[in-house]
């Protein structure tokens, strides 16, 4: 597997060194590199790619400021001589946060903590398909498949790339984004109803005008799926 990547900083050393080091690393495929990050946004504009190696202070626009406006950003990887940006690019999502000057051991280690979030989101999915006769779905859970009875499902709350599934004994995180579950859970009775939740309609304890209640847990009915969830109930005629 490799991992296409750019590299954007305004000090030409740094750009070099960042070459070198990209080099040297068999799944890191350079897409291009650049010294502003308007040049950066206007390829990625064009281009996908999965990985971004980002100076922070640049002259008219700098690396953070770029994350603001960037849609779909891909994995980020921050390379600075400045520390105090470190608490502002963890809100942004950055994978990882390299203070100049950096070795290539530390370097490597920031690539490889990529590598294997990319690696593990492209396996194969792990879960039972929705059409099988199973009562049970099994998700990548640390470096192991965890097995779940459908029926123990309470709800589901996705965080990014991840997911925490709720049962009445356990707390599961799962690698599997929220959309790779709705596409495997059969409905009924898993229903999405916000854009971080998947509930099990059989596990509903009360319902308001904006938010449901599942093993004392009060959770939002999102806008775009409030009409779907309350067309289900109709149609199965749970609403007395």
Do not use: W
Request: hydrophobic share 40%; with cysteine; aromatic share 10%.
């Amino acid at each position: 597997m490799k991992l296409s990547c750019i590299a954007v900083d305004d000090e030409p050393l740094a750009l070099e060194k960042m070459e070198t080091y990209i080099a040297k690393v068999d799944y890191l495929d350079l897409r291009g590199t650049f010294d502003n990050a308007f040049d950066a946004l206007n390829f990625l504009r064009q281009e996908r790619v999965d990985l971004m190696f980002l100076d922070i202070q640049m002259d008219e626009l700098t690396g953070i400021q770029l994350l603001e406006v960037l849609k779909n950003q891909p994995k980020v990887i921050l390379t600075t001589a400045y520390d105090q940006y470190a608490l502002r690019g963890y809100e942004l999502d950055v994978v990882d946060y390299l203070l100049k000057p950096f070795s290539f051991q530390r370097f490597l280690k920031a690539a490889e903590k990529v590598f294997e979030n990319v690696r593990q989101v492209q396996q194969p999915t792990t879960t039972t398909p929705a059409s099988s006769d199973k009562d049970f779905i099994l998700v990548r859970s640390e470096y192991r498949l965890q097995k779940i009875k459908l029926q123990d499902i309470q709800y589901i709350e996705g965080m990014k790339d991840y997911s925490r599934i709720f049962t009445p004994t356990n707390k599961i995180m799962t690698l599997q984004n929220l959309k790779k579950l709705e596409e495997v859970l059969p409905c009924p009775p898993f229903l999405r109803v916000h854009k971080s939740f998947i509930i099990s309609v059989d596990r509903v304890d009360s319902i308001g005008k904006n938010d449901i209640v599942v093993a004392e847990r009060t959770i939002p009915i999102g806008g775009l799926y409030k009409k779907t969830f309350l067309d289900y109930l109709d149609r199965q005629k749970l609403i007395g």
